[in-house]
């Protein structure tokens, strides 16, 4: 049975990892424009209600399903929900963190938050409100399930393995600069939209609840969060290492708006991830994108993306 709930909690994390390929025809459809209507920078099929520049985009426009009445009352509560967020955090987590952005849903509000201390990572809290009696629920505040354990994870893999991030981080750079046709997003749309772990502009990092190597680390960190670099790095478990226990999604953008995503840019970068052994060890998916984020939903998946199929990627191990 627990073979079986590993196995799901494993496809889960595939699903909402892998693109969401049918997510631009469908927000097509919402677009208040002919889809063959041309926007600001001449390109066709990509309405300016829809969809933004990934250079520009900062998260202005994401939205959660029924949240106009939060969004519509944000700035009576921001302050209280601020303020009760960091508290909760800091006491469940042991975690200081920075609210970027409270978007409405129907029950109140999604805080999007980054940590400010030695782990870096990015997450979210929900915030109820009683609009009836116009109270913050403090007491009920909370977190999806494994949201913020996921980010601490993550975290801490980037934290004791920082030579290897950083091989990864010079990786994707160089492959940029040979390129000169891509790009990543903004920091301010992952501050206020993203909420994915650990991210950085041009990928995320996701975890599994299960990771057996990561685990002691992560009960030493919640027992005393001032313990060393050394002392977290020790209680690393390498031998029980799984690399489908650490997703990397690689999301990059074509810098020219007029420019689809073809295999002539995709190919070079696939082949660098492939023939590179001194990266972070893990599962790698990597995604081109045209130039344009969906605004609604903070994403770059649309039709035209180039991906892998969602379920081999590239090993690490």
Known sequence: MEEFNTMIRKRIMLLCIAPTLFLGGCLNLLSNNSPQAENEDGVKGRPSDIYESVLTYTGDGYFLPSGGKAEKAEEQYKDEVVKATKEYIKKEYNTDIEVHNLVGNQDGY??????????????????????????????????????????????????????????????????????GE????????????????????????????????????????????????EELTDAYQEELFD?????????????????EPVQEVYNPIMIAFEENDDLPKGHYFINLHDHYVIKKAGSGNKENSLSQDGIHGIYKE
């Open 110 to 179: 999604t805080v999007f938050f980054e940590t400010t201390g030695r782990l870096h990572f990015y997450s979210t809290a929900i915030v109820p409100i009683d609009f009836s009696e116009e109270k913050v629920l403090t007491e009920n505040i909370g977190t999806l399930d494994d949201e913020v354990e996921k980010g601490l994870r993550t975290a801490l893999y980037a934290y004791i393995k920082e030579d290897e991030f950083k091989i990864l981080d010079d990786q994707i750079q160089d492959i940029i600069d040979q390129s």
């Open 182 to 229: 891509i790009v990543g997003t903004t920091v301010e749309s992952i501050q206020n939209a993203g909420g994915n772990a650990y991210e950085t502009p041009y990928y995320f990092v996701q975890s599994v609840s299960d990771d057996e190597a990561i685990k002691p680390i992560y009960d030493l960190y919640m027992k005393n969060p001032d313990a060393s670099k």
């Open 243 to 259: 690399p489908d226990d650490l997703w990397f999604s690689i999301n990059l953008y074509m810098k020219d708006p007029k420019k």
